[in-house]
């Protein structure tokens, strides 16, 4: 089997516009291919439709090295405007109408999942990078969330990879297997979406699984999770002011992250410019569509380095971490949604 093909992690100051084309124009096609087979399956995600097609081609295909620049410019630079945009899903009201006891256990899900995945990385011997976005991705939002997380944390690439692959695995089986216990626990329909916003990993399997429960369940957990999302924000401030001040082991400096990174102001800014309720629908629907093309994009660029080798190369304790994560995050959310009641 070939090498992984694996975007450099920065870009060269020489790229120029004709050594981005061929990888950007082949993730634009590829958009255009998911998200028009989403006419014909919409209960599946575009965005993880690409991760499993950029993975299918990546280890079918050989890959031309002239893709690489295009694809490093998609998954990086596109991903953060995509990340930015998803912003303008928030209103806030809507998400204060959630009341201050869910608020609470949304942001003791986020703030608790993600310390517990932390300290349980450590356990197994992951190294803090892998142990975080791991943590990131299955306690805020899923594969944004581990490239948000890896913008400002010191990660290899075969550490995102396998955090992004792992968020797929995971979470697809909790579509079924969330609705499949709230019915075996005899949890009430409202009960059972807030238990799915608060312990599925990606938006669109929320939106899977909310619409597997039925009735209100949907929008119930769509709005736990945008939630959820809405802890992205303070979240990756945390980690990178503390990256600013963590050092290596021999005490040397390691990069050092701006303290709220440009694509999180961006966030934050839509966000609010969504909930003052000035954008007018037709605003709201092209960006929605820019929004889900950008992250479905790079989520295909993001893909192609997932090879089969790099899943047998780290060995089994990344997918313990995940197994573990996903039981501990669910766990805390099922404990959360009985308290309120």
């Known amino acids: ?112 999942g993600v310390a517990g995945t932390v300290c349980l990385g450590r356990l197994l011997g992951l190294s803090r990078a892998q142990g975080l976005l791991i943590a990131c991705g299955f306690s805020i939002c899923g594969a944004a969330a581990v490239a948000a997380a890896d913008e400002v944390v010191e990660a290899e690439e075969e550490e995102v990879l396998t955090s992004i692959a792992l968020v797929v695995i995971f979470g697809t089986v909790m579509i079924p ?20 916003g608060g312990s599925i990993h990606e938006v669109a399997q929320v939106v899977a699984a909310g619409g597997v429960i039925g009735g209100s369940a949907l929008t119930l957990a769509t709005a736990v999770k945008l939630a959820r999302v809405m802890m992205l924000a303070p979240v990756i401030t945390l980690l990178s002011a503390r990256q600013r001040t ?35 629908d037709v605003v709201l629907t092209a960006a929605h569509a820019a929004q889900t093309a950008l992250l479905t994009a790079a989520m295909f660029a ?32 099922l404990l959360g949604v009985l308290w309120v009641g």
């Open 246 to 280: 963590h050092t290596t082991a021999t005490g040397a400096a390691v990069r050092r992250p701006p303290v709220v990174p440009l694509f999180i102001v961006g966030f934050l800014a839509c966000a609010g410019l969504r909930s003052t309720g000035l954008l007018p």
């Open 1 to 112: 089997m070939s090498a992984p093909l694996t975007p450099p992690r920065t870009s060269s100051p020489s790229t120029t516009v004709t050594a981005l084309l061929p990888g950007v124009v082949l993730c634009a096609a590829t958009t255009a291919l998911v998200l028009g087979a989403g006419r014909w399956l919409p209960a599946v995600s575009p965005l993880l439709l690409a991760i499993v097609l950029g993975a299918v081609v990546a280890n079918l295909l050989p890959l031309p090295a002239r893709l690489t620049p295009g694809l490093s410019f998609t998954a990086k630079e596109l991903l953060r405007v995509g990340i930015a945009l998803l912003g303008l899903q928030l209103v806030l009201g809507d998400l204060l109408g959630l009341g201050p006891g869910m608020l609470a256990v949304v942001v003791a899900v986020v703030g608790l």
């Open 177 to 196: 297997l969330v609705p499949l216990l709230a019915q075996a626990m005899g949890l009430e329909e409202t009960q059972a979406g807030l238990w799915a």
């Open 302 to 333: 993001l893909g192609t380095g997932i090879r089969a080798s790099l899943l047998t190369r780290v060995g089994a304790r990344p997918f313990l971490l995940a197994a573990a994560a996903t039981v501990w995050v669910a766990g805390l959310a």
